[in-house]
C-alpha cells in the first residue's frame, strides 16, 4: 500500500538503530543549519521577501527557490515561504513576450534577470510546493492564493503555443515528457516527477488532469529506458527514448550524456515517487542497482558514463551524489528483511547520517539534495492533502 493511500511513511533510519528522537532532533538541526546557520544561504531581502542564492554560480535559480518553498511546507515553516514566493513573484516572474506565465531560471541577488527563459524543473516544483501550502496552509489574497497560482502556472505549462497563446509548452504533447527547455527536442530523467504529475492529476484546472495522469504513466516508463541496466546510472540529458542525448546544443556547453551533477536527483526521485504511490513500471529497480555499483567502487563519488566507465574524479557534488543515491534506497524500504538488501542499505544510510552539510562554494546543490533525502529518509517528506 503506498503512502497516499495510507498516509504512512517508513523512517528508514530504524534501519540502523536510529530512534524516531534521534532523526527528529538532527531533521531539526539540518533545518537550523541550512535557513540560519552561518553557511546559510537563505537570505532576507527587506521585511518581506527572502531568496536562496546558488553560492556556486552566486546567483538566483527558480531550482533553489521552488525547492526552498518545497522544503518550507514540509517543515511547516510559513513565514519563509511566503517570502521566497514573493520573491520569485517580484523578480522572477514574466508577464510579457512569449516566456509570459513561466519565471525567470536565473536572477541576480539584487533581482535583475539574467535571463528571459525558464527551467522547467522551478515550475513542477513552485506547482507542488504552492498545492501542498495551499493544503497545509489554506489559500490566502493575491499571490498567497497558493493553489489558483499552482493551477496557472501548470496550464501555462501544457497550453502554450494553443489558441494564439504566445510561446512553447514545457512538456511534448505527443508522448507527454517533459522538456529540458521549452521548444526543444530532449528531456532531462531528473525533472521526470511521476509522482507530482499524480498529485496534478488531482489538483491541477479539470481540463488538464488527464494530461498530468499520462504524464505520470510516461515519465515511469521512460526512467526504465534512462536507467543503464546493469549500473542503474542516468544520463544529464537523454533523447526521448532513453539514450544519452550528446548531440551539438545551440548554446556554449559542456558534456551532458553522463551521470553528473543534475543526473544525481534522479534516484532520489524514483525512491519518493515509490513510497507515495508504489507503483511499477521496473523504474523502481534502477536505485538498487546504482547502489550496488557504486558499493563496489574504492573511490564511488566520481564521474561515470552511463555504463560505469570511470571517467575522472572527483565528482563536483559528491555529498548531492550520495545523498540522492542513498534516497533511492526509499524503493527497498519493504525488503528490511532480505539480508543482503538490508547490509547494502545499512552500509550507505550510516555514510550518509555520518556525514554532514557540505560547506563551501559548491554547497548550495549539495546541501538541497541533502535536506530532501534526509526528509524522505525519515519519513519526512510528504504529500499534504
Known amino acids: 500500500m503506498s503512502a497516499y493511500e495510507t498516509g504512512n511513511y517508513p523512517n528508514l533510519f530504524g534501519w540502523i538503530g536510529k530512534s524516531e528522537e534521534e532523526t527528529e532532533a538532527r531533521l531539526e538541526q539540518i533545518t537550523k543549519d541550512f535557513f540560519y546557520g552561518e553557511e546559510s544561504f537563505y537570505h532576507e531581502a527587506g521585511e518581506d521577501m527572502a531568496y536562496l542564492e546558488d553560492t556556486g554560480n552566486h546567483d538566483v535559480r527558480t531550482e533553489g527557490m521552488s525547492y526552498g518553498m518545497m522544503l518550507c511546507v514540509q517543515r511547516n515553516m510559513q513565514k519563509e515561504f511566503d517570502k521566497l514566493w514573493k520573491w520569485a513573484c517580484t523578480y522572477m516572474w514574466m508577464d510579457t513576450g512569449e516566456n509570459a506565465g513561466y519565471f525567470a531560471w536565473s536572477c541576480g541577488t539584487d533581482g535583475k534577470k539574467n535571463a528571459n ?69 530532449f528531456t532531462d530523467a531528473s ?72 543526473a544525481y536527483r534522479t534516484a532520489g526521485n524514483i525512491g519518493l515517487d515509490y513510497v507515495w504511490f508504489g507503483v511499477s513500471e521496473g523504474q523502481e529497480k534502477a536505485p538498487e542497482k546504482l547502489l550496488r555499483f557504486l558499493d563496489k567502487q574504492e573511490k564511488p563519488f566520481a564521474v561515470y558514463e552511463v555504463d560505469g566507465t570511470f571517467v575522472e574524479e572527483p565528482a563536483l557534488h559528491p555529498v548531492g ?65
Not at 522551478?122 to 489558483?148: C, K, N, Q, T, V
Not at 484546472?205 to 488527464?210: G, N, Q, V
Not at 547520517?353 to 533525502?373: H, I, K, M, Q, V
Open 321 to 385: 551524489m550520495l545523498a540522492a543515491s542513498v534516497q533511492g534506497l526509499l524503493t527497498c524500504y519493504e525488503k528490511k528483511d532480505e539480508k543482503e538488501i538490508f547490509e547494502l542499505g545499512c552500509r550507505w544510510l550510516t555514510k550518509l547520517w555520518e556525514t554532514p552539510l557540505r560547506s563551501g562554494d559548491r554547497r548550495y546543490y549539495d546541501n538541497c539534495l541533502y535536506f530532501f533525502a534526509y526528509l524522505a529518509l525519515s519519513g519526512q517528506y510528504r504529500i499534504w492533502k
Open 191 to 262: 525533472y521526470h516527477l511521476p509522482h507530482f504529475y499524480e498529485l496534478f492529476a488531482h489538483w491541477a484546472y479539470e481540463e488538464d488532469r488527464p494530461f498530468f495522469a499520462e504524464a505520470a504513466k510516461a515519465s515511469r516508463k521512460y526512467l526504465v529506458s534512462a536507467c543503464h541496466p546493469e549500473t542503474g546510472m542516468n544520463p544529464e540529458y537523454g533523447e526521448f527514448d532513453g539514450s544519452p542525448m550528446s548531440r551539438e546544443l545551440p548554446w556554449p556547453s559542456d558534456r551532458h550524456d553522463w551521470f553528473f551533477s543534475d
Open 117 to 185: 527563459g525558464p527551467a522547467p524543473d522551478g515550475e513542477e516544483f513552485f506547482a507542488m510546493s504552492l498545492f501542498f501550502a495551499s493544503e497545509r496552509w489554506g489559500d490566502g489574497d493575491g499571490i498567497f492564493a497558493y493553489s489558483e497560482h499552482a493551477k496557472k502556472i501548470l496550464h501555462s505549462c501544457i497550453h502554450k503555443g494553443e489558441d494564439g497563446i504566445p510561446g512553447q509548452p514545457m512538456w511534448n504533447h505527443e508522448n507527454h515528457q517533459i522538456l529540458f527547455v521549452p521548444g526543444i527536442d
